[in-house]
Structure formats: structure tokens, C-alpha cells
């Protein structure tokens, strides 16, 4: 490989020994290859903190912090390392901003270099460490000093490709999206296409929902390493070029079982909701007392009671609908159920404003994506047949999962005529392009993975090459994948506009009032089940919990004719009388722990469980390695009648018939 030495490096020594006496804060370094000039934010106290590496590097032995190691790499070359050298050194007062409308369909890359090449271990404990921007010419180049991390949930815990967060020192832009320190480096490792999020970022732009990331992507170097392909985005924070509202006053919420209570409970900045009992974290203000979460809490509660009872004009004063069916719009069109958790639903309110949803986040769960294989497998692309609000979503009927309780935030309002009709014109609205217009987008940047062709080793590669050569994924074709894509998201469209149409409209009514308060379920009355369980029979048990569709009326004051699926209601409850999740795999039901409290089969301690899709009649068995202790256990399940906000308990005993340890016989 050709290599350049210095040219003119002991003739702007003069000219850095002068700037140095100004105490100027940027060192400009321009390098002989292709007129490059490479920014770097640090203030030079005296000639000697520069030192030259002939062939590669440039030091710089900064006052009052580490020695900082200035890669020049660039991966069309073997190895990924750029061998031209620094040509000339100047300190300059400020530095001129990149123009814009340069092309951002291209692949840039990143360089990071950890300080003492340490590894990133942590989502936690940032890293500090030094970024070189390659834009490829089209932009400005950059060369930052900031931190990096680990960020995201399963991608972090269980894929050897890792997503990333980048904070510099200063703000920044990156390949020409507006300055900010923060920035996140996708992973995108179950995508096999790598534009899933990029057509559901472009879709909810083409919608009208607010603050949706730019997109641009990116070859990741970490120490000198090819990392693979990455997607450069936004981190979700509220800022002027960000979610940009009242600093003061605004509110950045999500909706987000790891970030809410369930699984965040010491956080101090997330609460159950009021009505609905979703997992809500605060992500603006970063510093909340308890007296402001709970104010945020009950704010909240308001929204949730005018859905519950669909009241329009309240809902209407109170949240963006065109954000609100716009987002819901989204999720149906990428099979997103990340909703049924929920995950990253991001939504905001701008001072004297609104609760508006956005900015649109996170969607390599959707687009039918296989659970069965999620920790090895890429498969995507299946049934699109099948709605997550349902063909009827204020009853619930058609719906992909029917028995989640808090899913009637998201289906509530359809009791309201006004609102369906809405709901179906803004469908109507954009349908016919929905997926036309961001897939045409999309491809752009597919075609820069694809066909942007670097040197390396002397031959021709591409992004695309580079990506499936580091992480291989087995018999999955990336151009096939992406065809299959595009025809689900075809005939997904299809299917959604029958869906679409066929929504029952409810009759015209009253705009219903709205309780000051949040409403609550008065309990008439409480029934009770002793059961008896065989520990060595698990989940299988040839006992069933029966309850009669006379005694719950009686209890309501009701005729039993009155109990149908559209006005009662089963939940589980948890052991302090709140209500709690849906874990079992049927409508109605929950996987219990000994103390009687919800929870998953996959975390905390399974201990036992009810099921059923049926009200009145239900299955029930326990887990057979977690109740060899054979303790008795108590759990409540509630049938909620929404018509008089009434209740009725049942409460099960469940006593445990162990077979006994060996010793024992």
C-alpha cells in the first residue's frame, strides 16, 4: 500500500506556537488524502502535547484528561486502516457547518476508539473514548471526543451483535441530522432486511406523527475492528432538535413494560396507571419528585377515564387522535405486538397542550416475527391475516390476544360512532400510498447497503458484504427477505383495509360525562373455591374451577341473561386487591406465585395457575418442580361489569396433594 508521509509538518509549527498563545479550542488537521479536514475539540496548551506518528496516528496529551489516540482508518483499505498521513495542523477559532442536501442514502462509517481499548461491557457505565466521522464526503468530517455504552433490552442480553449509545462532549451533527450529544447505534440483528425500522420510521412520518428520527446508517469500527452495519438514530429525549417541547413544563412519557413498574419497580419514575393499569415511565423531567409523579399519574387518569367511557369531546380536548389512530394505524400495518406488552410507546405533552403519541420507536418484533426461534432465528414474514385490535375492537372480537385488560386503552373508543368514523377517513386518508411512498424511500437506502462499492484488499465489497461476512444468519438472504417483505407489507395492506371497513359503528349517542374521578369497580360480593391440586400431575389436572352465571348475577343484581362477553369482564388480581396481567396462554387468567400475585411463566416464581376461555368455567393446574413444598396457596380472580362499574370476587384456595420426596416413603 502506498503510504504518505508528512509533508509540511515542521512548517506550521510556527503557526500552531502562535494560536497556542490565543488558547484556541478546536486543532484542525488536514490531511493529504483527497483534502480532507478532520476536527478535534481540544485545547492545545503547548507544541509539545502534539505528537506525530509518521505512518498512522496523531497524539494528542491533552491537559487534564487522558492522552487521546486519533485514528486516521478508513475500511476500503486492508485492514480498515487508513495509511496517510496528517499534512498539516492548525488552530483555528471556530469551524464551518456541512452544507446541506448532500446525499444520505450513502453508508458512512464510524470509527470509536476506547480509552486503553477498553471493552463496552455495560448498559449501565459509559466508556470514555474518542469518534471519528467518516461521511464519505458528503458531509462535514467529524472527529469527537464522548462516551459510549451499551443500550436496548433483548438485543444487549442475548445477541452477540450489540446496539450502542454514544454521548459526546459536545453537541454535534451526525452525517448532517441536527447537533445533539446523544445518539444511538442500532443493531438490527433479527432484521435480516436491516430497514424494517427504517419503513416504519418513514411510514409514521408519511402519517403525520410527530419527531421521527432521520435515518442514515453506518459501518461501526470499534478499536480499530469492523463491528458491522448499523442504523444511527436519535436517542427518544426531549431537546430542540429532539422531542421538541416546554423544558420547563413538558412531559415525555412511554409506555414500556422494562422501563414501568413491572420491571423498573426502584426506579422512583414510573407508576400502574390509574383506569387501565398500563406501565407508564417518565422520561421528561429527568429528575421527578414523588409529588410530581403522582400529579403525573393523575393527569394521566383523566385520559384514561374519558377512553373508558369513550367520551369524544373529552378525549378530543385532551389528546391528539390523529396521533393517537395514527400510531394505532402503524401498529396494525407492521403486526407490531410489542403493543400487547406494551414497548416503546413514546408519547408527549407540550406545555398547555395535548398528549400526543410519538415519536414512532422500535419495530423488529412486528412484521409476524417467530418467537419460537427469537434467540437464533430471523423469521419473519408469515401471516398477515391477523389483527391486534381485532375486527371488532371495542368488544374485542378477532383479536389477536382478547384477554389483555389493559389493551382497552387502545380499543375503548371505539364504543364512540364519531370516533370510528374517524378512525376509518384517516385510513382512508393515506392507504392507497401507505406503503408505497416509504417503501420507495426505503429502497434508497437499500440500495446504498447494497451497491455502494469500497476497495478492500484491492477488490470491490459493500456494506452489504462487509455486514454478512462479520454476522452470517445461516440460509437467510438479505435481497430475499427484503422481497418477502415487501409483499407481506402488500397484502398486509389488503387485509387491513377489509379489517378497516368491516368495524362495526356503534348507534348514535350521547357523548357520555366523564367522572371527575377515575372509576372504580365497587365490590358486591365474593365468592370462594377451595381446589384441590396433584402436584405430579403439573399442568395437566383433572379438576376444573366452576362458577354459575346465576350466582354472579345474584351478587350484581343482575339477571344472569345480562352477563354476556361485551359487558363482563375477568381479570386476575393480585394479592393487594390491584389488578393484575394476563400471563396464562388462553383469554382469561394468570400464572400466580405462592403469595397469590401475577406472574410470568418465564420470570419470578410460577407456582400456579388459571385459564380459560371460557367466564364461568376454567382450567387450572400448578407447576410441578415449583410446588414440591406442597403449600397452600390463595389467588382472586374478578368478573368486572362495565354497564355499573360493579365487581365480584372469586377468591380459590388451592390446597396441593404432593406425592412426597423419597425419603418420605
Known amino acids: 500500500m502506498k503510504r504518505y508521509r508528512i509533508l509540511t509538518f515542521i512548517a506550521c509549527l510556527a503557526c500552531l506556537a502562535l494560536n497556542v498563545l490565543h488558547a484556541q479550542e478546536w486543532l484542525q488537521v488536514h490531511t493529504r488524502y483527497d483534502g480532507y479536514n478532520w476536527t478535534f475539540p481540544y485545547r492545545i496548551e503547548d507544541i509539545g502535547h502534539v505528537d506525530m506518528n509518521e505512518w498512522r496516528i496523531l497524539n494528542l496529551h491533552t491537559t487534564g484528561q487522558r492522552d487521546i489516540v486519533v485514528p486516521y482508518t478508513r475500511p476500503e483499505y486492508a485492514n480498515g486502516l487508513w495509511e496517510a498521513s496528517v499534512d498539516s495542523l492548525t488552530l483555528c477559532d471556530s469551524v464551518a457547518e456541512p452544507d446541506k442536501g448532500k446525499d444520505k442514502y450513502k453508508v458512512f462509517a464510524i470509527h470509536v476508539t ?45 445477541y452477540d451483535k450489540k446496539p450502542y449509545r454514544i454521548k459526546f462532549d459536545q453537541s454535534c451533527k451526525m452525517f448532517g441530522i441536527e447537533k445533539n450529544k446523544d445518539w444511538v447505534l442500532l443493531a438490527n440483528w433479527r432484521d435480516v432486511t436491516k430497514v424494517m425500522n427504517t419503513f416504519c420510521s418513514l411510514a409514521a412520518d408519511y402519517m403525520g406523527l410527530p419527531f421521527t428520527t432521520p435515518i442514515r446508517f453506518a459501518e461501526l469500527f470499534i478499536n480499530g475492528k469492523y463491528n458491522g452495519l448499523y442504523q444511527v438514530a436519535e436517542q427518544v429525549e426531549v431537546g430542540g432538535n429532539r422531542v421538541d417541547i416546554d423544558e420547563a413544563e413538558g412531559i415525555l412519557l412511554t409506555l414500556d413494560a422494562d422501563d414501568g413498574p413491572n420491571y423498573n419497580p426502584d426506579s422512583g419514575d414510573n407508576f400502574w396507571s390509574s383506569v387501565y393499569r398500563l406501565p407508564v415511565a417518565v422520561k421528561w423531567p429527568k429528575e421527578i419528585s414523588a409529588d410530581q409523579l403522582n400529579a403525573i399519574r393523575d393527569d394521566f387518569a383523566k385520559l384514561e377515564s374519558a377512553i373508558k367511557v369513550g367520551s369524544y369531546h373529552v378525549v378530543d380536548s385532551l389528546l391528539d387522535l390523529h396521533s393517537f389512530i395514527a400510531m394505532l394505524h402503524l401498529q396494525e400495518l407492521a403486526f407490531n405486538v410489542e403493543i400487547e406488552a406494551p414497548r416503546s410507546l413514546f408519547l408527549f405533552k407540550d406545555k398547555g ?48 390476544s382478547s384477554g389483555i385488560g389493559f ?54 465489497t459493500s456494506p452489504q458484504r462487509r455486514e454478512d461476512a462479520r454476522w452470517p444468519v445461516g440460509n437467510f438472504k438479505a435481497t430475499n427477505e427484503r422481497n418477502k417483505m415487501h409483499r407481506w407489507l402488500l397484502n398486509r395492506l389488503e387485509y387491513l383495509n377489509d379489517v378497516v371497513e368491516g368495524i362495526p359503528l356503534p348507534a348514535d349517542g350521547d357523548d357520555p360525562d366523564v367522572p371527575d374521578v377515575p372509576s372504580a369497580y365497587t365490590v358486591k360480593g365474593t365468592l370462594v373455591r377451595d381446589i384441590t391440586l396433584q402436584q405430579s400431575s403439573g399442568y395437566k389436572q383433572d379438576v376444573t374451577i366452576q362458577v354459575s352465571a346465576d350466582e354472579v348475577a345474584a351478587l350484581l343484581g343482575l339477571k344472569a341473561s345480562d352477563l354476556k362477553s361485551s359487558t363482563l369482564d375477568l381479570v386476575p388480581l393480585d394479592a393487594n386487591g390491584a389488578e393484575g396481567s394476563n400471563t396464562a396462554a388462553k383469554t382469561y387468567g394468570a400464572w400466580f406465585d405462592d403469595e397469590g400475585n401475577t406472574t410470568n411463566y418465564s420470570s419470578g416464581y410460577p407456582y400456579v395457575f388459571i385459564e380459560s376461555d371460557q367466564l364461568f368455567s376454567w382450567a387450572c393446574g400448578c407447576h410441578p418442580e415449583n410446588s414440591w413444598d406442597a403449600e397452600p396457596c390463595t389467588v382472586t380472580m374478578q368478573y368486572r361489569h362495565d354497564a355499573t362499574s360493579s365487581a365480584v370476587n372469586v377468591k380459590v384456595n388451592f390446597e396441593i396433594e404432593s406425592s412426597g420426596w423419597w425419603w418420605d416413603w
Request: charged share 25%.
Open 114 to 158: 476506547t480509552a486503553d481499548g477498553a471493552e463496552i461491557k455495560s448498559k449501565e457505565n459509559y466508556v470514555p473514548c474518542f469518534v471519528s466521522l467518516d461521511a464519505r464526503g458528503q458531509y462535514q468530517l467529524r472527529a469527537l471526543s464522548g462516551r459510549i455504552r451499551g443500550r436496548g433490552n433483548s438485543t444487549w442480553e442475548w
Open 353 to 400: 397542550g395535548k398528549y400526543t403519541f410519538g415519536p414512532a420507536w422500535d419495530w423488529d418484533a412486528g412484521f409476524d416475527f417467530s418467537w419460537a426461534d427469537m434467540m437464533t432465528g430471523h423469521t419473519y414474514f408469515g401471516n398477515y391475516q391477523t389483527s391486534l385490535l381485532g375486527t371488532d375492537p371495542y368488544r374485542r372480537r378477532g383479536a389477536r
Open 407 to 460: 389493551m382497552r386503552f387502545f380499543t375503548d373508543m371505539f364504543q364512540n360512532r364519531k370516533f370510528v368514523e374517524q378512525y376509518k377517513a384517516q385510513w382512508a386518508s393515506y392507504n392507497d400510498s401507505l406503503v408505497i411512498a416509504p417503501w420507495k424511500e426505503t429502497v434508497k437506502y437499500i440500495q446504498g447497503i447494497v451497491e455502494g462499492q469500497y476497495k478492500q484488499d484491492g477488490t470491490n
